[in-house]
Each structure stands twice: as structure tokens, then as C-alpha cells.
């Protein structure tokens, strides 16, 4: 990608997303760093970051185009949405249906919510990247829904890739999944993970997808 343009992390207020928001930006990238809720420190402090809070993926895309209007700089040209997270409950047949309702929303649907607003922000060619997790191709008890959610991210990202690639697409850009088969060092809601992922070693494998116009569909770090 062309690095004069941001790249447009979503999701920026969670753990992964704030390390990547700060990382890329550490890294000499302008970060457009997008949230519903407040971002932390370790984002904001970073000069070549801007804010951009809004409350849903509408909202974030027209307060993108505004806050690059006000700061003078292009439009993002990359998106990683960093969006979901890993949480541990009830076995499936245990759990309420109401938070079954609630992880395919935020897990799932929000991806596709950001997606749409989000892309027609990008330019021909330019990257769009999902984050995922090892539970997308593990199935793990007691994380079920984040298994199914997972699951279904990984097609979803596939789908879109291979619509955004017809001669007609709009926008044509190219979808990438990250899986990130481990616990990302530093987050204690892991318990006890058998490996980790240090931050550095996410957004390392986050550049290839970014600057590489050749990197494979779908990378695991
Ligand atoms: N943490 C790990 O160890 C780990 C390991 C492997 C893979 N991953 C992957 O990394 C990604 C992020 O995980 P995380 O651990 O950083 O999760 P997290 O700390 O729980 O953060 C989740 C993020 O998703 C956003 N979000 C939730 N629901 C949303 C919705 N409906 N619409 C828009 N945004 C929404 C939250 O924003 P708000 O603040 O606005 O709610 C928050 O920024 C996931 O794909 C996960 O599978 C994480």
C-alpha cells in the first residue's frame, strides 16, 4: 500500500486492536484508529495517530472522511478490523440465547456491518484485513460461539474476497484474513496459554498483508 495513506484500524479500543493501532503507528504509519468507545492511552499518545470515535460503522466511515478532511491527510488506504475477541462460558447447550444472539452480532455481523461502510473508503487493490483467532479452526469447549463465529468470519472473508475480485466489483479491493493462533501476549483473560504471540509479532505478519499485493487470502501468525 501506498503509506503516505493511513491505515484505518477498527476496533482500536480492544486489546489487539489498541497494540496493533500503536504498533503500526510506532512503525512511522499515519493510523486513523476507530472506535465506538474511548481509545486508551497507548493509542492516543502516539502522534501520528488520529481519534475517530463513532457508534457505528455509518457513523465511523462518515467521521473518517471528516477527520481526514480536518487533519489534511488522504483517505485510509488499508483497513484491519479488529473486532470480536475470545471469551470462555457455558457449553453451547447451556448457553442463553441471548448472548448466543449477542456473539453472532459482534462477532460476526459487525465485520460485515464494518465491511460495508468501511471498504468504499479503500481504493482499487488497496488491503482489508480481519483479524481472527485459533478458535475459528479449533473447535474449543465452552468458547462455542466464538468457535461457530470464528468459523463463519473465515467464509465471510472468502466470500468477500472472491465478490471484490469480479471485473464489476465495487469496491475492488482484496480481503485477507489474519488468524492469530495463539493468545496475544499480556492478555490475561487467556488462562494459562500452551504458546503466545507477542503484539510485534501480529503486526510483522499484519505488513506482509498490508504491502504485499501478492500475500496469500488468508496468513497465520
Ligand atoms: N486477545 C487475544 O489473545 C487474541 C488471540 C488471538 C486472536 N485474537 C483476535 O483479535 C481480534 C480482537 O480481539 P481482542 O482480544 O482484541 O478483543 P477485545 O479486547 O474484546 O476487543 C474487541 C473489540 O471489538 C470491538 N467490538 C465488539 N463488538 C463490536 C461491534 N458490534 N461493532 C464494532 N466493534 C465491536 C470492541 O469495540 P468497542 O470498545 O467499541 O466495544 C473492541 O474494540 C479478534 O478477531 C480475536 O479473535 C485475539
Not at 29 to 52: F, G, W, Y
Not at 86 to 113: F, I, R, V, Y
Request: aromatic share 2%; glycine share 8%.
Amino acid at each position: 500500500m501506498n503509506s503516505s495513506r493511513p491505515v484505518l484500524v477498527v476496533g482500536a479500543s480492544g486489546f489487539v486492536g489498541s497494540r496493533v493501532a500503536r504498533a503500526l503507528a510506532a512503525d512511522g504509519r499515519a493510523v486513523l484508529a476507530v472506535a465506538r468507545h474511548a481509545l486508551p492511552e497507548r493509542v492516543t499518545v502516539q502522534p501520528s495517530v488520529i481519534p475517530v470515535l463513532a457508534a457505528d460503522p455509518v457513523a465511523q466511515a462518515d467521521a473518517v472522511r471528516e477527520a481526514c478532511a480536518r487533519a489534511g491527510v488522504p483517505l485510509p488506504g488499508a483497513v484491519v478490523a479488529s473486532i470480536g475477541g475470545w471469551q470462555k462460558g457455558p457449553d453451547l447447550l447451556d448457553l442463553d440465547p441471548a448472548e448466543w444472539s449477542a456473539t453472532l452480532a459482534s462477532h460476526l455481523t459487525a465485520h460485515l456491518d464494518a465491511a460495508r461502510a468501511l471498504a468504499p473508503l479503500l481504493g482499487p487493490g488497496d488491503p482489508y484485513v480481519v483479524l481472527n483467532g485459533a478458535a475459528s479452526r479449533e473447535a474449543m469447549a465452552g468458547s462455542g460461539a466464538v468457535s461457530v463465529t470464528g468459523a463463519g468470519l473465515a467464509m465471510l472473508v472468502q466470500v468477500l474476497r472472491l465478490e471484490a475480485q469480479r471485473a464489476d466489483a465495487s469496491p475492488p479491493v482484496r480481503f485477507h484474513e489474519l488468524v492469530i493462533d495463539h493468545a496475544v501476549a499480556g492478555d490475561d483473560r487467556n488462562e494459562d496459554p500452551a504458546q503466545t504471540r507477542a503484539p510485534a509479532q501480529v503486526v510483522r505478519a499484519l505488513g506482509e498483508l498490508l504491502d504485499d499485493p501478492g500475500a496469500p487470502a488468508v496468513l497465520h501468525v
